[in-house]
């Protein structure tokens, strides 16, 4: 019994330490909100050939609730733009809800009740919610992905 143990514990060890190693490596969606140019080019050449991000646009944040693939989920804002798309569980194919900042009336960040769980940022067109985006309260990058997006969207209505 004690060695199948060893090797349960060591086997998720393992398991883990691999996830650890390609979320590092930029080729597994990272858990936390992560800054646009910590994606790397192979990521952000996907996301423009899935249609996701514009050839000229620079993602300011993103985060994916996906663990496995950064093309099925993703919740991110560009200089211009904020994005939020997802695979349809029915059709099977990809959702994009996107939204100029320019065209932005509100933003509302809804925090999740734990650590454990992600909160919510409400997008706003016309006093009308338009959209959500899912972000990790991991090291605050809730906190940080909202105030980058307001102070982006802000600058841009100043213009």
């Known amino acids: ?8 514990f060591a086997s998720l060890f393992l398991i883990f330490a691999l996830m650890y190693l390609l979320m590092t490596a930029g080729v ?6 992560v800054a646009g140019d910590s994606l790397s080019s192979e990521v952000i050449a996907s996301l423009r050939e899935e249609g996701i991000i514009l ?7 993103f985060y994916s609730e996906d663990l496995f693939s950064f093309e099925n989920y993703g919740n991110l804002f560009t200089e211009t733009r904020v994005v939020s798309y997802e ?14 900042l320019a ?18 940022i409400e997008i706003f067109a016309n006093n009308e919610h338009k959209f959500s985006l899912v972000v990790s309260r991991e ?10 997006l307001v102070s982006q969207w802000k600058s841009l209505a100043k213009n």
Request: hydrophobic share 30%.
């Open 1 to 8: 019994m004690g060695k199948v143990i060893k090797y349960i």
């Open 139 to 148: 090291e605050d990058g809730d906190d940080n992905f909202y105030s980058s």
């Open 55 to 61: 050839a000229d646009e620079k993602i300011q944040y």
């Open 87 to 100: 695979m349809d569980a029915e059709t099977n194919k990809r959702v994009i809800y996107s939204l100029p």
């Open 28 to 33: 597994m969606p990272d858990t936390k909100v």
């Open 103 to 120: 065209q932005v009336s509100d933003i509302n960040l809804v925090k999740g009740e734990s650590e454990f769980d992600d909160s919510i």
